[in-house]
């Protein structure tokens, strides 16, 4: 008889990993046990690495990183019902409270109470084996690989500021940032219908993966003046929809002078300054909506069919991938390289 042996790596201090052995998990009621097989690098999960925090939610001791994950059931808890030993699963990684007000009206995500992966005091799933709750595990098809299950997570998060924006057929979209999240909202606001995406940045190998993904154009911020290109492409009305993924206090703010009148700004990145100048008379002469993003919602298996139906391919995201036992080196080459990794992703054991 095999006996498993489940490995972790721990983030034991600002840039450092430590691979550990640790115990096999044990499946609770209505949870199954899902063998790792890949696992995507989040840009918090760099950020928590690089700065031991994330605003209020600090890393006290070791801790793993990890939250965009897929795998296969390999153990069944008791009241387990839907899935069978041997399915591959995509994992929502939060799990909410299910009773208060947000969670009965469907949104979830709001839900105060969340255990969110790898967002302290909760351990993420850089590790070959976990246990979690069935109703949280969605089941790929046999055409929808473990790596883009894996890659499911970031894509809610672009389907939702699609879904936030309103994007519909023929929508005029502006994307500022072409990082992980910027890249799957432009394959969001594809699927949706829109058929005019711009999209800004100042690195050149993120323009070029978006032009690859169906940009209609892009602008590099660093060589063209973003509201002036905006503003002729569009004889000076703006576009229908701007959504915000950088992060960037810059950006936040040039959103107010690239919408349109009666349009809709969607702010999706998390700046490092909480308070920002805001135009805020440009919107209130616009009469344009402002509407913002936190993680997703009731959108796994959307993600999942788009990608089985082959009208979203998110593998096209993809720059590197490292093994298991090179977590260390993934997250160095990570943080040396933000011009160079689009998306990383650790094939695990």
């Known amino acids: 008889m095999k006996i498993m ?3 972790a790596f721990y983030m034991t201090g600002v840039k450092k990993l430590e691979m550990n052995e640790i115990g096999m998990p044990v499946a609770k009621e209505g949870e199954i046990i ?5 696992v995507g690098i989040c840009g918090s999960d760099v950020h928590y690495l690089e700065h031991g925090r994330i605003g209020n939610f600090v890393v006290e001791g070791d801790f793993i990183l990890g939250h965009e994950c897929a795998g296969a059931v390999v153990g069944l808890g008791p009241g387990v019902k839907k899935l069978k030993v041997g399915d591959r699963v995509a994992l929502e990684p939060g799990v909410t409270c299910g009773q208060c007000e947000f969670c009965k009206s469907g949104k979830y995500n709001l839900c105060p109470d969340v255990k969110f992966l790898a967002t302290p005091p909760y351990h993420g799933c850089l590790m070959d084996y ?3 709750p069935e109703n949280m595990a969605f089941k790929l098809p046999d055409n ?3 790596e883009e299950g894996a890659l499911v997570e970031p894509l809610a998060v672009g389907l939702h500021a699609a879904a936030q924006g309103g994007i519909k057929l023929g929508d005029r979209v502006v994307i500022l940032g072409a990082g992980c999240i910027g890249l799957v909202t432009l394959l969001a606001c594809k699927a949706y219908g829109a058929t005019d995406i711009v ?6 190998k993120r323009l070029e993966a978006a032009k690859k993904l169906g940009a209609t154009r892009v602008i590099n911020a660093k060589q063209e003046n973003v509201r002036d ?3 002729l492409l569009t004889d000076g009305r703006g576009m229908d929809k701007v959504i915000e993924t950088a992060g960037s206090e810059h950006t936040v ?3 107010p002078y690239l919408v349109k009148r009666g349009g809709t700004i969607v702010l999706v990145g998390l700046a490092a300054k909480d308070i920002i100048d805001f135009d805020f008379m440009q919107i209130m002469f616009k009469e344009a909506d402002i509407q913002s993003v ?8 959307a993600a999942i069919g788009a990608i089985a139906d082959g009208k979203i391919d998110v593998k096209g995201i993809v720059t590197h991938e490292f093994s298991f036992e090179d977590t260390q080196k993934a997250f160095d080459f990570v943080i040396d390289n933000k011009e160079e990794v689009v998306k990383a992703v650790i094939r695990m054991g």
Do not use: G, W
């Open 199 to 204: 999209v800004v940045d100042i690195i050149e």
């Open 229 to 231: 290109v905006i503003s």
């Open 34 to 38: 899902v063998k790792l097989e890949y």
């Open 294 to 301: 936190f993680r997703y919602r009731n959108l796994y298996p």
């Open 253 to 255: 703010k040039q959103t």
């Open 130 to 132: 976990i246990a979690f």
């Open 144 to 146: 929808v690989s473990s």
């Open 5 to 7: 042996k489940n490995r």
